[in-house]
């Protein structure tokens, strides 16, 4: 019943438009500045990292072993959480699936390339909690340490069933050569 004895709400009628123009303008300005600015930023790094080889190839049969979905989240520079490998398609974080066989560690992306990682290229494998950016909990993330040519690399796989993330975990724990040479 008030309501209606209540004249209808107007808004007021814009009368600076040039003002308004003008900073939505410079809005959009500093929006393209940022992203001109992090693709630049993402070109050096691919430039800083052309000199690593490319990956190795996946073998066609690479041996028994089941599947571990999950989330591939980097490949880094292996005492550096936070240097990104951005070359041969590693930069990208998305679903993946983790099989370890006995020759090896194979990472399937979806919409990237697969990732090899051959046993004599391991180095270590340890449970962790963060890399390039992303965080979990204790433990939540496996890191692979690897050889790519005279480079050292760390890839982070977080699996979606804790029990079988940390099975794949020691799998690939078997695999990692010993200093005497043998897994």
């Known amino acids: 019943m008030i309501g209606l004895l209540l004249p209808a709400a107007q808004s007021a009628p ?3 438009w040039v003002p308004r123009l003008a900073l939505t303008a410079a809005v ?32 066609e049969h690479p041996g028994p072993g089941g599947g571990v ?9 292996a005492d550096d959480l936070l240097d990104r490998i951005v070359v ?16 090896g560690v194979l990472i399937t992306r ?16 340890r449970l962790g909690s963060g890399q390039a950016q992303k965080a979990f909990e204790a ?3 496996i890191l692979v340490r690897w050889a790519l ?16 993330h940390v099975e794949a ?7 990692v050569p010993t200093p005497g040479g043998t897994p």
């Open 28 to 59: 959009l300005v500093l929006i393209g500045l940022g992203i001109w600015g992090m693709r630049r930023g993402w070109r050096a790094r691919a430039a800083r990292q052309a000199d690593l080889p490319a990956l190795p190839p996946v073998p």
């Open 69 to 77: 979905p999950g989330l591939y989240v980097a490949t880094t520079t």
């Open 110 to 125: 979806v919409g990237e390339p697969s990732i090899w990682i051959p046993v004599a290229a391991l180095r270590a494998v």
């Open 139 to 141: 433990g939540g993330l």
């Open 14 to 16: 814009v009368t600076q």
């Open 88 to 103: 041969h398609g590693l930069g990208h974080r998305g679903r993946a699936t983790l099989r370890v066989a006995p020759s």
């Open 149 to 164: 040519g005279p480079r050292e690399l760390e890839t982070g796989f977080r699996g979606d069933d804790p029990q079988q």
């Open 169 to 175: 975990a020691r799998s690939i724990a078997a695999l």
